[in-house]
């Protein structure tokens, strides 16, 4: 990188991190969580508002490809890996086990009908979506896996932002993500090995020894937290620096997790998860060095990742009102009536019921990477890709009102 890029980066990192304070704070004072004035500075930094009024501006400051680019997403990843750790430390495995029927409830039915309903849709809508018989069941799959997600980082994030994130309502939200995201990126990992045309040219290894081998990897992880970890930092607490060598060791944990379910198909912030999760009693007893990360990554990081949810892609490119209407509905219908079912089922009011479902249906950022991802695999076009981003942008910026409207006893007694 050059002298030049870093100093575009520099400025470029620093528009973002300004626009999200400004539209952050804005959003706030409307009584709606920071992130979707955030998501809103991003639409406004992209290619959708000054890529169109200023278009070399834009290009100067936010290339779309190149070093400065390329950094950029790094910076923003990593830094919400290490968030992302520190918001599985509040699911602990005791946790899971007291909630684990409502969670488990929650997270399945809540993952089952809204993955059927987007597989169903590509039969039933073919002219819409767009598919031939050809690649209708492997989109369709996509869609199902894509539509059953739920974006932890978004969603801990909003749950932050409304006081909500140790609440009642807040833990079952949590914990039922992590179902979600197993089974959305899974089944993703899946759908990758068997159809995409990239993996079948360069002879990737079949979808059910991918699944495997990444269950295999995510017990690995819980087995750690278990029998290794707690020795591991009573260790580190005795022979580094504290916390300051407590703290590297965390980080390096984070990115071992997030390289590892990368690798094996699945997205990177699930490792960090359930690493988080598997450290969660060790934080219990050395709460110091998680403290530290968890605030530097929410200022540092968190706004720049949450304008780059919309600063990379084009909403007006490819754009088709059909498409984005069907997709959007089924997502919002699919997510919300699943897990208000798996909640009423599990002993929750309608009230709950409905507020969680109305938090899990964000899909964020994890949605937008998914779509990415099989956009550039050769599994959908650019205008399902355009559709499926702005389904996730759509049920992002509606999860945080939707939620405060319903969950205003919830709000009062959640812990601090």
């Known amino acids: ?33 920071a992130v979707v004035g955030e998501i809103a500075g991003g639409l406004l930094l992209g290619p959708t508002v000054l890529g169109r009024v200023a278009p070399e501006v834009f290009a100067w400051l936010f290339p779309p490809s190149g070093p400065v680019a390329s950094a950029r997403g790094a910076v923003a990843r990593v830094g919400m890996l290490f968030f992302i750790v520190t918001i599985g430390l509040d699911i602990s495995v005791a946790e899971l086990r007291r909630s684990g029927r409502r969670s488990l409830l929650v997270g399945s039915i809540g993952t089952l009908v809204p993955l059927l309903l987007g597989f169903v849709m590509c039969y039933l809508f073919p002219g819409v ?28 994030r909003i749950l932050m932002d409304m006081g909500l994130f140790r609440s009642d309502i807040g833990r079952t939200i949590m914990s039922a993500t992590l179902v979600d995201d197993l089974v959305g990126w899974g089944l993703f990992a899946v ?27 995510l017990v690995g992880i819980a087995l750690a937290g278990r029998f290794v970890l707690p020795g591991l930092f009573s260790w580190a607490r005795q022979r580094l620096p504290y916390p300051s060598g407590a703290i590297s060791l965390v980080l ?49 990081f968190t706004p720049v990742f949450f304008v780059s949810m919309a600063i990379s892609a084009d909403f007006l490119a490819g754009f088709d009102p059909w498409l984005v209407g069907l997709i959007t509905a089924v997502a919002f219908l699919g997510k919300i009536t699943g897990v208000y079912t ?9 009230r709950q019921a409905l507020a969680v479902g ?53 709000r009062s007694s959640a812990a601090v």
Not at 4 to 18: E, G, I, N, Q, R
Not at 131 to 154: E, Q
């Open 358 to 410: 109305c938090g899990l249906n964000a899909r964020g950022i994890l949605g937008i990477v998914m779509a990415a991802a099989a956009f550039d695999a050769g599994l959908i076009d650019l205008r399902l890709f355009v559709a499926c981003v702005l389904m996730c942008v759509i049920t992002t910026m509606a999860a945080g009102p939707a939620l405060g409207a319903l969950s205003g006893p919830a």
């Open 191 to 217: 759908i990758l090995a068997e159809f995409a045309p990239r993996a079948a040219a360069d002879g990737s290894g079949s979808g059910l020894a991918v699944l495997g081998a990444a269950a295999l990897f």
């Open 252 to 300: 390096a944990l984070a990115l071992v997790g997030a390289a590892g379910s990368e690798h094996l198909g699945l997205h990177s912030f699930l490792g960090a998860f359930v690493m988080g999760i598997a450290l969660a009693g060790t934080a219990a007893r050395f709460p110091e060095p998680f403290a530290v990360i968890g605030e530097f990554a929410y200022a540092a």
């Open 129 to 156: 979506i767009g598919v031939t018989d050809k690649d209708r069941f492997a989109t369709a799959l996509f869609m199902g896996s894509l539509l059953s997600l739920s974006a932890n980082p978004v969603i801990a």
């Open 342 to 350: 798996g909640g009423r089922i599990a002993g929750m009011d309608h």
């Open 1 to 33: 990188m050059t002298q030049t890029d870093w100093t575009t980066l520099s400025l470029h990192l620093a528009a973002m991190m300004a626009t999200a304070l400004v539209l952050g704070a804005a959003a706030r004072r409307l009584g709606i969580p």
